[in-house]
């Protein structure tokens, strides 16, 4: 059965950097498109990243182009999210979800295979 599992968020000052991670197990991540979502208090889930199986075609919501990097490392059946330059409005529950799919067709309506269950990302000083 497919898991996904988060990790790497935390506390973080204004201007800092994190690392998400998001292990796939149970199934080879080499099947999925992998994407990075988050939803804030109050508002609704949104994309934020995601990386196409070949891991050749990436995409940025507008809000995090320039700070945030997704890559991934099929061997280690891994999906990392880099953020830097951190802001408050960044401050939101993060989720990795899969596709399986060649490419991210539904990360552009929210919407996934399969889901993790979430690391809390807070940006404050």
């Known amino acids: 059965q497919l898991q996904l599992v988060e990790s790497g968020g935390g506390l973080v000052q204004p201007g800092g950097s994190l690392r998400l991670s998001c292990v796939v197990s149970g199934v080879s991540l080499d099947y999925f498109s992998i994407g990075w979502y988050r939803q804030a208090p109050g508002k609704e889930r949104e994309g934020v990243s995601c990386?196409?199986?070949?891991?050749?075609?990436?995409t940025y919501a507008d809000s995090v182009k320039g700070r945030f990097t997704i890559s991934r490392d099929n061997i280690k059946n891994t999906v990392y999210l880099q953020m830097n330059s951190l802001k408050p409005e960044d401050t939101a529950v993060y989720y990795c979800?899969?596709?399986?799919?060649?490419?991210?067709?539904?990360?552009?309506?929210?919407?996934?295979?399969?889901w993790g269950q979430g690391t809390q990302v807070t940006v404050s000083s």
């Open positions: 990386i196409s199986r070949s891991g050749n075609d990436k």
């Open positions: 979800a899969a596709e399986v799919r060649p490419g991210c067709v539904h990360y552009y309506t929210v919407r996934a295979d399969y």
